[in-house]
Structures are given as C-alpha cells and as structure tokens.
C-alpha cells in the first residue's frame, strides 16, 4: 500500500501570504502509462472534500489560480499564493496510481 | 449539472446491515467510474471502494468481503451494501464520482454510519 506523509499537519497562515504543504509517498506515484495520478482535495469546516488539483497540476473547473500543484516521483506540494479566508479548512493529497487508492492524512490551515 | 446524493444511513447494531444509495444525475453512471470514501469522526478520508465505468470493482482489505459496491443504470445509482458491520465502521460514507485517476470530482454531503450496541 502506498502511504502518503502530509507536512505540515498545521499550517498557521496570515490572511494575503503565501502557503505550503508538502505530500510525500512512499514509493513512486509513476504510473507505468507514464502518467502520475496524484491530486489536491480541500475539504471546508462541515463541509464534504471538493477537488482542487488532478494528475499533480491540473486544476479542476472553477478552482483558483491562487492554487498551484507541483511535483513528480515522490515528493509533491500544494501551494496557495494568498492565503483568503475561504481557504480555511484540511487539505488532503491523495493518490490513484495504485489500489487502494490511499490519502495523506490531512493539512489543517488556519488564519493566523 | 452534476449531483450525487447518498441516503440509507442510519444507527445499526453490530454485526447488522444497511444498504446506501447514491443517485447521480447530469451524467450517465456507466461511463464513469464511481467511488465511496468514509470518514470517521474527527478523522481523516478513507477510501472504500471502487467500480469502474466496465464494472470492475475494487475494495479497500478492511471492507473486503463484507460490502459490496454495485450499480442499477437504469435508475443511474450506485450502491453500496455493508454487512458484518463493526463498531469502527462508523463514518460518514460519501460518494464521489471518479475511478481515481481523474480524482474524485463530484462528491455528495454524505451519509452517516453510526455501528454501536
């Protein structure tokens, strides 16, 4: 099974700076079609998981620019520009290279 | 526009069953792959199981065996059937639409699992 490794757990931001969270696998996400299926989920306070970003960077329909993917291998990063208040809520990495498809265990941002 | 809404939850004794549904609408349920996700309270997500658009499917160790994922495409619903069910599978079930590799892009509010004597 592969096992995602979220840093940080919690992510204490000012409202117009910048975020980080860094998604590690243990093995390598490389598909053998050559593709890499990791993607971004935010899920808001009380609120079911919504997609942000698929296959490391492509962001889904109507999420903001302000959410960028990146990455390759192992070590992957979701980065909000500017912070807003919007975006407070856990944020999962997750991946579909292999079954069972396994999710990291979540980054808490919150406003400073 | 794209929905899916799950029901059938509800408070079970352990080792009783209960069957989810999960109606979909603005897409056809045979051309995209379909996918249940939990979370526990307090907890992170957790993958459950799986169904291809061709009807293969897939189950997470901890489920397998005991639930079984399937679809009606005449009523466009998915299901989920959970027997044997046990304390720690008391979750919210979510369904999302998605085999994965595009993600899970459309998911509904949920239903709540409650497995206690």
């Known amino acids: 099974e592969i096992v995602l490794t979220q840093t940080p757990l919690s992510s204490p931001v000012t409202l117009g700076q910048p975020a980080s969270i860094s998604c590690r696998s243990n093995?390598?996400?490389?598909?053998?079609?050559?593709?890499?299926?990791l993607s971004w989920l935010q899920q808001r306070p009380g609120q079911p998981p919504r997609l942000l970003i698929y296959?490391?960077?492509t962001r889904f329909s109507g999420v903001s620019d302000r959410f960028s993917g990146s990455g390759a291998g192992t070590d992957f990063t979701l980065k909000i520009s500017r912070v807003e208040a919007d975006d407070v809520g856990v944020y999962y990495c997750?991946?579909?290279?292999?079954?069972?498809?396994?999710f990291g265990q979540g980054t808490k941002v919150e406003i400073k | 526009e794209v929905q899916v809404l799950e029901s059938g939850g509800g408070l079970v004794q352990p080792g009783e069953s209960l069957r989810l549904s999960c109606a979909a609408s603005?897409?056809?349920?045979?051309?995209?792959?379909m996918t249940w996700v939990r979370q526990a309270p307090g907890k992170g997500l957790d993958w459950v199981s799986t169904?291809?658009?061709?009807?293969?499917?897939f189950y997470a160790d901890s489920v397998k065996g005991r639930f079984t994922i399937s679809r009606d495409i005449s009523k466009n619903t998915l299901f989920l059937q959970l027997n044997s069910l046990r304390v720690e599978d008391t979750a919210i079930y979510y369904c999302?639409?998605?085999?994965?590799?595009?993600?899970?892009?459309?998911w509904g509010q949920g239903t709540l699992v409650t497995v206690s004597s």
């Open positions: 999302a639409r998605g085999y994965g590799t595009d993600s899970f892009d459309y």
């Open positions: 603005g897409f056809a349920l045979n051309t995209y792959g």
């Open positions: 169904v291809s658009s061709t009807g293969e499917t």
């Open positions: 093995e390598s996400l490389v598909h053998s079609d050559g593709k890499t299926f």
């Open positions: 296959k490391v960077s």
């Open positions: 997750m991946q579909a290279t292999q079954f069972p498809r396994t």
